[in-house]
């Protein structure tokens, strides 16, 4: 089955959907969704992506993020996402948006209207192998230091959103 992104304005204004690749490879903007699940003790689940995907493997990064379908809402998508990579779901909410834009070695793009959304959860994921290669729960203000200094093995857009994030939470 062919996945397909929906293209977006710079207002989120559906325009459009393109096949998923096909919008990687032009940079065409659309709407896609991080998720950041924190637990009571405030640590931030985070995954390594696997090693195998188009863009950014192995590279750590929030706890889920990928595009809804067309005619998803992004919230269902949400879910779907995090069930299926993570292995649990929780309750969530939104809490910005932002636009981000940057090429890759393998000259991918990632342009993407980023829906931010926050969930809580206990317990440990059941994580995916296709998906993810690792996860860890980590103290917000080391991941902080620890992206200063190793920013290579983070994902963009973690590192763009991240002072916010910790901010709305």
Known sequence: ?????????????????????SAHREGTLHRAFSLFVF?????????????????????????????P???????????????SEMGFDCNIK????????????????????????????EGDPN????EVEDWKWVDPEELRKDMDANPEIYAYWLRVCFDRVLAER
Not at 1 to 21: A, F, G, S, Y
Not at 71 to 77: G, P, W
């Open 1 to 21: 089955m062919e996945e397909r992104v929906i293209l977006v304005d710079e207002n989120d204004n559906e325009i459009d959907t393109q096949e998923k690749l």
């Open 39 to 67: 637990n009571s003790r405030g640590r931030l689940l985070l995954h390594k992506r696997a090693a195998g995907k188009y863009h950014s493997g192995s590279l750590w990064t929030n706890t889920c993020c990928s595009h």
């Open 69 to 83: 379908r067309p005619q998803e809402r992004i919230e269902d998508a949400v879910h779907r996402k995090l069930l």
């Open 94 to 121: 939104e809490v910005f948006h932002f636009i981000y834009k940057i090429q890759f070695e393998n000259q991918l793009f990632e342009h993407e209207l980023d829906h931010v959304f926050l969930g809580m959860y």
């Open 127 to 130: 994580a995916n192998p296709d």
